[in-house]
């Protein structure tokens, strides 16, 4: 079995361990299942950060139906900023999950598609939309709590 299958077996079975410090990237021979709770510089530590954010999970949605134009990705996203958009189409472009087209009609426009790796991360973004759904009245309830508690 995968590691990442064994991750996601392990999140469905509420069963991680508690971090641990001093654990590599690769984990321990004890235990190498766990390896991104450890250290900032593993790689799927990296690249969840870079495709996990909150800006990168926005704009995929805005992607999934159809290409667009950066200009409507932008309309889209209220309180994006060109700088933040910018950076996060590069860093998608980059890990390979955003394509980037430039349509040289005139004006020249850029036009941005999610790839077929960015599609296999479509299951579990709704999924996560899913849950924010479900259990927004129970988050509403906890934040209650603990604002009245300060």
């Given at each position: 079995m995968s590691e990442a299958r064994q991750f996601e077996n392990s999140l469905r079975q509420n069963t991680l361990p508690e971090a641990k410090d001093g654990v590599g990237c690769e984990g321990t021979e004890a235990d190498p299942r766990y390896p991104?709770?450890?250290?900032?510089?593993?790689?799927?530590?990296l690249l969840l950060d870079q495709i996990a954010d909150k800006w990168s999970v926005l704009i995929l949605a805005a992607?999934?139906?159809?290409?667009?134009?950066?200009?409507?990705?932008?309309?889209?996203?209220?309180?994006?900023?060109?700088k933040a958009l910018t950076q996060s189409l590069r860093r998608l472009e980059r890990n390979g999950i955003v394509a980037r087209h430039v349509i040289t009609s005139s004006p020249i426009a850029v036009e941005y598609r999610i790839t077929p790796l960015g599609h296999t991360l479509k299951q579990p973004f709704q999924a996560l939309y899913a849950w924010t759904l479900d259990y927004l009245p129970e988050v509403e309830r906890a934040r209650a709590v603990f604002d009245s508690k300060g």
């Amino acid at each position: 079995m995968s590691e990442a299958r064994q991750f996601e077996n392990s999140l469905r079975q509420n069963t991680l361990p508690e971090a641990k410090d001093g654990v590599g990237c690769e984990g321990t021979e004890a235990d190498p299942r766990y390896p991104v709770f450890s250290a900032a510089a593993c790689p799927s530590r990296l690249l969840l950060d870079q495709i996990a954010d909150k800006w990168s999970v926005l704009i995929l949605a805005a992607l999934c139906a159809e290409p667009l134009r950066f200009n409507v990705i932008k309309r889209r996203l209220d309180g994006i900023t060109q700088k933040a958009l910018t950076q996060s189409l590069r860093r998608l472009e980059r890990n390979g999950i955003v394509a980037r087209h430039v349509i040289t009609s005139s004006p020249i426009a850029v036009e941005y598609r999610i790839t077929p790796l960015g599609h296999t991360l479509k299951q579990p973004f709704q999924a996560l939309y899913a849950w924010t759904l479900d259990y927004l009245p129970e988050v509403e309830r906890a934040r209650a709590v603990f604002d009245s508690k300060g």
